[in-house]
């Protein structure tokens, strides 16, 4: 069975500064899909970023990054420039998107919070 | 174009008694999952489906159940509610092979 697992139940990052979080998985397939997912407190939870495990490029969106190291099975996200708007529950998520379904399991979040 | 709608917001229910979630998804959008979330077990996938077929599913009771329409709006039905089913659901929609977009999730308080 796949698992994700982020080690930072909670993170804090000065405004302008950029921060780090964590995340590992664990799977024996080869072709998947990762995902980084923001829950600010009205709940709504929102797409941040998207790798696909065949793309050897890491991803980006403007000021949000990834770091992957499919060997390791690690996917951190960096956010530069971090805005109190960042503050939010961040979850990693791992999917086999196909025919078969796009199930997503995602890691335990890290609480980010922004300080100004 | 319109975001997953998801109807009603909150709810409050007795142990004992059932409860029917409602999910329209994002339109052209053919599957639609569910996911439990609570502060004890994390987010948990419940099931999806797609063209009005259940597709994969998680592993809840089978007090936990769904259906979908052929205009792609998908129910949740939960039977017997007990106290630990107290949580936010979460519906998200995609085209089915795509990332998934997630609805704004009902709160379910059950007493």
């Known amino acids: 069975a796949q698992t994700v697992t982020q080690s930072q139940p909670e993170m804090s990052v000065q405004e302008a500064e950029t921060v780090t979080l964590s995340c590992t998985y664990d799977t024996s397939e080869s072709d998947y899909y990762l995902f980084w997912y923001k829950q600010p407190p009205s709940r709504q939870m929102i797409l941040v970023i998207r790798?696909?495990?065949?793309?050897?490029q890491n991803a980006t969106e403007n000021r949000f990054s990834v770091n992957f190291q499919k060997a390791a099975k690690s996917f951190s996200l960096k956010i530069s420039d971090s805005q109190l708007g960042d503050a939010a529950m961040y979850f990693c998520?791992?999917?086999?998107?196909?025919?078969?379904?796009?199930?997503?399991?995602f890691g335990e979040g890290t609480q980010l919070t922004v300080n100004p | 174009k319109a975001g997953v709608t998801q109807t009603p917001r909150y709810l409050i229910k007795t142990r004992g008694q059932q409860v029917t979630l409602s999910c329209s998804p994002i339109?052209?959008?053919?599957?639609v999952s569910w996911y439990q979330q609570t502060p004890g077990q994390g987010l948990q996938f419940l099931f999806e489906?797609?063209?009005?077929?259940?597709?994969n599913k998680g592993n809840f009771p089978g007090r936990f159940s769904g259906r979908q329409f052929s205009n792609s709006r998908s129910e949740m039905n939960v039977s017997t509610l007990e106290l630990g089913d107290s949580a936010l659901y979460l519906c998200a929609s995609s085209l089915g092979w795509d990332e998934q977009f997630f609805g704004p999730g009902t709160r379910l308080t059950v007493l």
């Open positions: 790798q696909e495990a065949y793309k050897q």
């Open positions: 339109s052209g959008h053919r599957s």
């Open positions: 489906y797609f063209s009005e077929t259940q597709r």
């Open positions: 998520a791992y999917s086999i998107l196909g025919p078969s379904g796009s199930r997503l399991t």
